[in-house]
């Protein structure tokens, strides 16, 4: 697939599934996780809940950092290719 052919393949995506992008999008806005005092806890929650609703895995990575109180976190999804 070309990088043309690619790039419209994206935006169909998009379109056909704006209202869904846009919940998300709106969800995830409203959920604090600024920094400071950079607690990350609920989003990613958020994030987990909603890839296991749309069956998929994901792996949590809690973020170590010497010296401080931040609850950092990192999620990863991987999507087996077809």
Do not use: F
């Amino acid at each position: 697939m070309n990088r043309e052919a690619l790039k419209d393949l994206v935006v169909q995506e998009i379109e056909d599934h704006k209202e869904d992008l846009i919940r998300l999008v709106s969800d995830l806005i409203q959920i604090p996780s600024e920094n400071p005092p950079g607690d990350s806890t609920r989003i990613t929650e958020y994030i987990e809940s909603y890839l296991a609703e749309h069956d998929l895995s994901s792996t949590r990575w809690n973020l170590q950092i010497k010296c401080s109180t931040l609850s950092l976190h990192s999620v990863v999804n991987r999507k087996e290719k077809n």
